[in-house]
């Protein structure tokens, strides 16, 4: 899964100058958070994490392209 959101990423970000490890940061901890509150992840909960993901990266590009 975590493959997967980095590929995602790296497509949005197209160069952009963005520290890898603040972006897996997000990702991990937004992974963990889901992890502690149940044992197992039916699809949708995998599905919803990977659109948070995908939100808080592109937010926080956005953030850091404002000038």
Do not use: W
Not at 13 to 24: A, F, S, T, Y
């Amino acid at each position: 899964m975590i493959e997967i959101q980095q590929l995602i990423v790296r497509g949005r970000v197209n160069g952009n100058p963005l520290d890898e490890h603040d972006i897996k940061q997000i990702i991990d901890t937004t992974i963990d958070e889901y992890i502690k509150n149940s044992n197992l992840l039916p699809d949708s909960e995998k599905r919803l994490i990977v659109e948070e993901c995908t939100f808080a990266v592109l937010e926080k590009i956005e953030q850091r392209n404002k000038p």
